[in-house]
Structures are given as C-alpha cells and as structure tokens.
C-alpha cells in the first residue's frame, strides 16, 4: 500500500487538454519537457479539476489513457476569507493563492482605511475578473474554485453561519499559536470558519468593536511583518494544515 501512494505522489504531472471517453490529449510542452515514454503512468489534471492516472500509449501525439480517476479530497473543514480591498493587483496575487490552497469562499470587503474606491459599474467587473482567477488557479491545484462574493462593506458582513469568527488585528493580544487551533478542532470536529484581514493600514478601534459584537475573536500572527496580499495567504495555510491535514 505504501509503496502504491509513494508512486502517486511522486508521478510526474501535467495538464490534459482534453478527454474522449477513456483518452487525453495530454499538454505537448509539459509532455515534451517532462520526456513521456509509451507504458509510462502520470498525474493528469483532467479538464474538470479533477486528477487522473493516466498511462501514456502514444507519446508523439501525447496520447494517454485513463486508468483511474481521483476524486477531489473532501475537507473537514471549510475556509472562508474576508480580505479588504488593496492597492494595484495585491487582491489578484491573494485569490490566485488562496485558490490554489483550496479555500471555499473569498469575501473582498471595504473597511474604513481602504484606499481603494470603486464606481458601482466597476465592482462586479472587479469582482469577475477575481472570479476568473479563482477558477484558473483552482485548477492548477485541482481544488474546486471559491465562490467569489460581491464586494461587502465590512458593517454588512453577515457571519453568523460559521462556527468559528476570526479577525486578525496588529493590536490584539491574543496570538493565534498550535494550542488554540488544536483546541477549535477538539470541540469542532469539522466546520467552518472565517477569518478577515484588513487593508495595508489595518482596522481602526470601533470596526475591532463592531466585529466582536457579532460573534469575532481578535488574534495576532506576532511580531512577523507581511505585506497585505501575502497575509491572507500566510494564515489560510496555517489554518488549513491544522484543521484539515489527518
């Protein structure tokens, strides 16, 4: 069995370009990169998302054929993040990752120190072109892509349905460490959670209050200074690797 999972793992992988029944055309640059030879097994990312074994029966015209498909990995838990608007393609380089790392929802907010304005017409073209990212970078992981939600002023935030609230705040003194996060998944075998990140200048006092009326705990990732596009990223793999890796 062991020896079963370590070939998977390290087979090489590359994208199928398309699927007829049982066969792939597999991507010719990463099949002429990667040296495919005929009776050779590799990790195709199928069209749909999903991964495949592939066994490869003509390597000229990177032909392949399907042996078993490996259906996506159902997560205890489901993440979802709020992240404030930011300067130039900051939020774009977040929800390419945050995509990749298989989050269920991405949440763009507004909050008091954002210094980004967008006209009304402007928001839902934002908005698509994220959404665009979500589903290219989704696939690359082979995670199913995040839901992405109309841009939301941060007093609309409607949080109530997740069974853990987060918001990461410079000032808490609450530092989010592996004994908190082992204790949410003692009392909460699986659920969801949504944590919330602000913009380059942070959240003021009265939107901290606000949040923690409505059911938000403040942490604090420590003295570690990370730009504002990479925090979101920096915390989702965090929480994913302790709350979801079994």
């Known amino acids: 069995m062991f020896g079963i999972i370590y070939e998977i793992l390290f087979m090489k992988k590359l994208r199928a370009i398309s699927v007829d029944g049982e066969n792939v055309i597999l991507d010719p640059h990463h099949a002429e990169v990667l040296r495919l030879k005929e009776g050779e097994f590799v990790k195709a990312l199928l069209p749909d998302g999903r991964f495949a074994i592939v066994e490869v029966i003509e390597p000229t015209s990177k032909v392949g054929k399907i042996q078993q498909v490996i259906e996506r990995y159902e997560k205890d838990w489901k993440i ?15 929800v390419k990752f945050l995509s990749l790392l298989g989050v269920q ?33 989704a696939k690359i992981s082979g995670a199913p892509p995040p839901a992405i939600d109309e841009i939301t002023h941060i007093s609309k935030l409607n949080p109530h349905n997740f ?65 504002a596009e990479m925090f979101p990223i920096y915390i989702a793999s965090i929480l994913d690797f302790f709350l979801n890796v079994r």
């Open 80 to 94: 979802t993040v709020g992240i404030s608007l930011l300067k130039k393609q900051h939020n774009e380089t977040a």
């Open 105 to 137: 929802r991405i949440i763009p907010l507004i909050s008091r120190r954002v210094e980004v304005k967008l006209k009304m017409e402007k928001k839902e073209k934002f908005r698509r072109r994220l959404e665009r990212l979500s589903i290219e970078f």
């Open 163 to 227: 069974d853990v609230k987060m918001v990461f705040w410079e000032k808490s003194t609450n530092l989010l460490t592996p004994e908190v996060l082992l204790k949410i998944k003692q009392e909460i075998k699986k659920g969801s959670i949504l944590f919330i990140v602000g913009p380059e200048g942070g959240f003021d006092d009265s939107e901290i209050d606000f949040l923690r009326g409505v059911g938000f705990s403040d942490y604090s990732a420590g003295d570690l200074i990370i730009t």
